[in-house]
């Protein structure tokens, strides 16, 4: 089973179409216990099939699925090997920290970064990558914003008009302005991918924003418009992850 918070008022549940009667009575009895009511609605969705590399479906009586809590516990091991790797400064217990985020977040968004209804190969190493359509790209993007701010010695932009002087600075604009639509369009659909995609683009369009436009070295009116710009991308990723129910973190 696979839950995801879409909205504050929302929760949607994907299951196995053969599930269904199981979560009828697992929805009958949420009602009777008082977690859903008139402000919550339930959604029964079907999905794919998770593979394994050999493209086959995983045989449970085999023994070839792994336990959630197994599952979990790796996915930690092998980001905080990453996370030691690309910054060793970080004390043992920020790593460890990190480590849970960037884990327990690779696993989700590699489940939810798929079109529902579509199989998909489970990998280790496609999950906790970090480049591509991955939650690690997307908080190491966030990072990096993050980082920005931190040179500059403030917490956010103050408010300050954008100059466009150079078309990644509009492209980096109109993806951030596309958020809006976006999230509405997955409430509809219960499609979480789209938000997914829209994500990775908008992480895309901010790392062709970074190379072409400086930020702190550029002259006061550019610097303050592309601050404002870098700002509106780290809040816009920040509230995307969270709506799939993943955590950003400062450093990486």
Known sequence: MH???LKAD???YVVDARQALHFKM????????????EDVKAHQLAFGTVLGQDGKPFKTRAGETVGL???LDEA???ARAIVAEKNADLDPAEQARVAHAVGIGAIKYADLASDRVKDYVF??????AMDGNTAPYLQYAYTRIRSIFRK???DHAPPAPIVFAEPAERALALAILAFEGVVDAVGRTLEPHRLCGYLYDLATAFSAFYEACPVLSAEPPLRAG???LADLTGRTLAQGLELLGIRVVERM
């Not at 697992?26 to 009511?37: D, H, I």
């Not at 990998?123 to 906790?128: A, E, F, K, Y």
């Open 3 to 5: 839950v995801f918070n």
């Open 10 to 12: 929302s929760l949607i």
């Open 26 to 37: 697992v929805f009958e009895t949420a009602r009777r216990a008082g977690w859903l009511n």
């Open 69 to 71: 809590a197994t599952l």
């Open 76 to 78: 930690e091991t092998r």
């Open 123 to 128: 990998s280790w190493d496609r999950m906790l």
């Open 152 to 154: 500059a010695g403030i």
């Open 226 to 228: 592309r601050l404002v």
